[in-house]
């Protein structure tokens, strides 16, 4: 398990550099393994020596390249791959280790996804542009979400200027037309804000 300050989307990209000896040896024993670990956002503390207190519900990554530096550190990028829930944390030698459940996506057929998906597509175009005419750091504009509403509920979570524990919140939600309603709330009152931001520069 590989706690961090922020939160990681299944099928989002997850760049690490890795300097702490514990996560080394996690590094080394994915990449012996399976290449697989956990990622949770940190709830209360730091990513850097333990004692932090950590949310449950994270996802699945996988290592897709790492490379070993001379001085021991590792360069790694992995990928989300689906959610999981904790169920329990193990002893934290020699890294930080869980027992965990990998969770089924629960497509529903309400259609409310559908109806959802386009209106969050407009939505997060909208609040990239106006954070780029503001100067803001943001994803570019021209963005295209997949017609798969699970896939567009997690890229959009991942494009959107969200706030970790926002984030956190969005992942906790265990279908796709309820994170994409969660998203479109939120994207909404960030245009807003944006717009007022915009009109009084």
């Not at 290449?35 to 709830?43: K, M, R, S």
């Not at 934290?92 to 965990?100: G, I, K, W």
Request: net charge negative; glycine share 8%; with cysteine.
């Amino acid at each position: 398990m590989f706690p961090l300050g922020s939160v990681l989307f299944p099928n989002a990209p997850l760049p690490l550099h890795v300097f702490e000896a514990r996560y080394r040896a996690l590094t080394e024993a994915c990449l012996a393994g399976d290449g697989e670990f956990g990622v949770v956002l940190i709830e209360r503390g730091s990513e850097v020596g333990g004692g932090d207190t950590r949310f449950t519900v994270g996802t699945v990554a996988k290592i897709a390249e790492a490379g070993r530096l001379p001085d021991g550190r590792y360069v790694v990028a992995a990928v989300g791959t689906s959610r999981l829930r904790v169920r329990h944390w193990l002893p934290e030698e020699p890294y930080p280790r869980a027992q965990v459940d990998v969770l089924d996506e629960e497509q529903l057929d309400d259609g409310a996804g559908e109806r959802l998906r386009p209106e969050v597509e407009r939505l997060l175009r909208r609040v990239l542009a106006l954070r780029t005419e503001l100067g803001d750091v943001a994803a570019p504009a021209a963005v295209t979400l997949d017609e798969d509403p699970l896939r567009a509920s997690f890229e959009a979570a991942a494009m959107a200027p969200l706030g970790s524990l926002d984030a956190q919140r969005v992942l906790e939600l265990d279908s796709p037309s309820a994170r994409l309603e969660a998203l479109e709330r939120l994207l909404s009152e960030e245009a807003e804000f944006l717009e007022l931001r915009l009109a009084g520069s």
